[in-house]
Nanobody
Framework: QVHLVESGGGLVQAGGSLRLSCTAS????????LSWFRQTPGSERTLVAT????????HYEDSANGRFTVSRDGVKNTVFLQMNNLDPVDTAVYYC????????????WGQGTQVTVSS
């Protein structure tokens, strides 16, 4: 069983930065992925970035590439999503999730953290 808790969301102006954290308790099997998703009202959750556990292979969707970076603090079992040059279109609830592969399935989800980017 894996329990995920996100934090770090908030309100930021366009062009600003935020760092989201996803802290995992419980054992994440080697080779699994911890991914960040986002969701806006009325839309499905979409993948943003993926971190392969524990070695750190990463994958970014086009929406994130060049602006977002995913990394891990191995001591604290936390994965970060550093988001730079934010745009109002990045406004969403951001979730972290653990699954077997980038395309899923995902077995564990956090509760989400709201990111709001003002213009």
């Amino acid at each position: 069983q894996v329990h995920l808790v996100e934090s770090g969301g908030g309100l930021v102006q366009a062009g600003g930065s935020l760092r989201l954290s996803c802290t995992a308790s419980g054992r994440i099997p080697s080779g699994y992925v911890l991914s960040w998703f986002r969701q806006t009202p009325g839309s499905e959750r979409t993948l943003v970035a993926t971190f392969r556990w524990p070695t750190g292979g990463t994958h970014y969707e086009d929406s994130a590439n060049g602006r977002f970076t995913v990394s891990r603090d191995g001591v604290k079992n936390t994965v970060f999503l550093q988001m730079n040059n934010l745009d109002p279109v990045d406004t969403a609830v951001y979730y972290c999730a653990v699954g077997t592969n980038t395309l899923g399935p995902y077995d564990y989800w956090g509760q989400g953290t709201q990111v709001t980017v003002s213009s």
